[in-house]
C-alpha cells in the first residue's frame, strides 16, 4: 500500500516556475515507477511524466518536453516535477501517482495509487 501526498502548487505568472512535490509512505517506494497527471477543467485527465523506480529512465508528453523535469529521491520517498516555462495551457490539477513496475506507464488505468492533487494556475 502506498499514499502519495502533492504539495507545491498554486499561481504562477506565464514563463515562470513551480516546483511540484509527492511525498509517499511505505518503505518501498523505490520499488515504484511514478508519474504524474494532469486534469483541465473539462477535460480528461492526460499524462504529464513518469520516471522508472530507479530514477533512470524518464518520459515526458510532447507538451511538456523541455520545459518539466521529473526527478526522485528514492531517501525521501519523494518524487518531483520541476515546472519551467509554464504556459497558460499548464493550468489544471496536477495528481502524482505510483505503479508497481519496471516499466513506464503513460496511461492512467496503469496506475494503482493516486494522491488527491494540487492545484496549479498559469495567469497570462
Known amino acids: 500500500q502506498v499514499q502519495l501526498v502533492e504539495s507545491g502548487g498554486g499561481l504562477v505568472q506565464a514563463g515562470g516556475s513551480l516546483r511540484l512535490s509527492c511525498a509517499a509512505s511505505?518503505?518501498?517506494?523505490?520499488?515504484?515507477?511514478m508519474g504524474w497527471f494532469r486534469q483541465a477543467p473539462g477535460k480528461e485527465r492526460e499524462f504529464v511524466a513518469a520516471?522508472?523506480?530507479?530514477?533512470?529512465?524518464?518520459y515526458y508528453a510532447d507538451s511538456v518536453k523541455g520545459r518539466f523535469t521529473i526527478s526522485r529521491d528514492n531517501a525521501q520517498n519523494t518524487v518531483h516535477l520541476q515546472m519551467d516555462s509554464v504556459k497558460p495551457e499548464d493550468t489544471a490539477v496536477y495528481y502524482c501517482?505510483?505503479?508497481?513496475?519496471?516499466?513506464?506507464?503513460?496511461?492512467?488505468?496503469?496506475?494503482?495509487?493516486w494522491g488527491q492533487g494540487t492545484q496549479v494556475t498559469v495567469s497570462s
Open positions: 501517482a505510483a505503479v508497481s513496475a519496471s516499466i513506464l506507464p503513460t496511461r492512467d488505468l496503469e496506475y494503482d495509487y
Open positions: 511505505g518503505r518501498t517506494f523505490s520499488r515504484y515507477a
Open positions: 520516471i522508472s523506480w530507479s530514477g533512470g529512465n524518464t
